[in-house]
């Protein structure tokens, strides 16, 4: 199989070009940097600064994850217009591309978040569930999926996956809470009693090859675990794995100061339940926090 991936050389694009190597899929990323991808991805790994540097040999599926991190810093007004501009506009431009050309894939997964969701509560959330909040994230998302699903105009089946907190030592949310936990500075944010919807790094490259090879896949689907847990646990759990404490809470106040607009992502949060993936047949290798957090605290 014939696989174009964007944001390849991510934290998932990354590993999920070394699962499919390991499978004997043909690769293609296209990048910035091309010149990069095949010491990221893979010396078989073939990288792309345009799309029409693609030759118009047969291309079985797409899978779309690029996009800058949303969390790394403040959004201020040239923040939000890279995030969208990573996101949509790419998209965009994929799509465009699309129908210039004659041979198309018959299927694009798209990424996504629970961010589209916004602050659910106290809700549990499966795909059946429409926006909470309309804040930024919710309004990133949406867009997201929306451009991504014009691609059914096309004749291409669309697969959104709405990923949740990404548990994984070679990056991600977690890396940024290494540092404070082992200082002994952990701790709930705000009052800890919002929901975070946690996945293990195998798990959600486990999902995604599931869902390449699901006959008639398409829509929406929860990438989370289905044992989601609110932020106080999380931190206290992850104090117990890393042997700290982890009773320094980090004040409401204090992050709205600190991060403006972007503290509403870190003091809300989604129940979000995968009943989609669970209804499809597959099957989580971890669902307990504790588990996967002793796995990630063996691989750092």
């Given at each position: 199989?014939?696989?174009?991936?964007?944001?390849g050389?991510?934290?998932?694009g990354?590993?999920?070009?070394?699962?499919?190597l390991?499978q004997?899929?043909?690769l293609?990323v296209?990048?910035r940097?091309?010149?990069?991808?095949?010491?990221l991805?893979?010396?078989?790994?073939?990288?792309?600064?345009?799309?029409q540097?693609?030759?118009?040999?047969?291309?079985?599926?797409?899978?779309?994850?690029a996009?800058?991190?949303?969390a790394?810093?403040p959004?201020?007004?040239r923040r939000k217009?890279?995030l969208?501009?990573?996101?949509?506009?790419?998209?965009e431009?994929l799509?465009?591309?699309?129908?210039?050309?004659?041979?198309k894939p018959?299927?694009?997964?798209s990424?996504?978040?629970?961010?589209?969701?916004?602050?659910?509560?106290?809700?549990e959330?499966?795909e059946t569930?429409?926006?909470?909040i309309?804040d930024?994230a919710?309004?990133?998302?949406?867009?997201w999926?929306e451009?991504?699903?014009?691609?059914e105009?096309l004749?291409?089946?669309?697969?959104?996956?709405?990923?949740?907190?990404?548990?994984?030592?070679?990056?991600?949310?977690?890396?940024?809470?290494?540092?404070?936990?082992?200082?002994?500075l952990?701790?709930?944010l705000g009052?800890g009693?919002?929901?975070?919807p946690?996945?293990h790094?195998?798990?959600?490259i486990?999902l995604?090859?599931?869902?390449?090879?699901?006959?008639?896949?398409?829509?929406?689907?929860?990438?989370?675990?289905?044992?989601?847990v609110r932020?106080?646990?999380f931190?206290k759990?992850?104090g117990?794995?890393l042997?700290?404490p982890?009773?320094?809470?980090?004040p409401a106040?204090?992050?709205k100061?600190?991060?403006?607009e972007?503290?509403?992502?870190?003091?809300?949060g989604?129940?979000?339940?995968?009943?989609?993936l669970?209804e499809?047949?597959f099957?989580?290798?971890f669902t307990d926090l504790?588990?996967?957090?002793?796995?990630?605290?063996?691989r750092?």
């Open positions: 199989m014939h696989i174009l991936l964007t944001g050389t991510g934290l998932i990354r590993q999920l070009c070394r699962h499919w390991q004997g899929h043909r293609t296209w990048s940097r091309p010149e990069k991808v095949a010491a991805c893979g010396a078989q790994v073939r990288g792309i600064a345009r799309l540097d693609l030759d118009d040999g047969p291309l079985d599926a797409i899978v779309n994850l996009g800058a991190p949303i790394d810093r959004w201020t007004h217009a890279l969208w501009s990573s996101r949509i506009t790419l998209t431009t799509l465009a591309w699309l129908e210039t050309r004659a041979q018959s299927l694009l997964i990424g996504s978040a629970v961010g589209w969701y916004g602050d659910g509560g106290e809700r959330l499966n569930a429409s926006p909470v309309d930024f919710s309004q990133l998302c949406i867009a999926e451009t991504a699903q014009r691609a105009g004749g291409i089946r669309v697969v959104l996956v709405r990923t949740g907190l990404v548990l994984s030592a070679e990056g991600g949310f977690l890396s940024r809470l290494l540092l404070p936990f082992r200082l002994g952990g701790g709930p009052n009693r919002q929901w975070m946690w996945i790094v195998d798990d959600q486990a995604i090859d599931f869902l390449l090879h699901l006959n008639g896949a398409n829509g929406p689907y929860n990438a989370c675990a289905p044992k989601p932020n106080r646990e931190a759990t992850l117990r794995v042997h700290r982890a009773f320094m809470p980090m106040l204090a992050l100061v600190g991060l403006g972007l503290s509403q992502l870190l003091l809300g989604q129940k979000a339940m995968p009943a989609r669970l499809a047949g099957t989580f290798r504790r588990a996967a957090l002793d796995d990630i605290a063996r750092l």
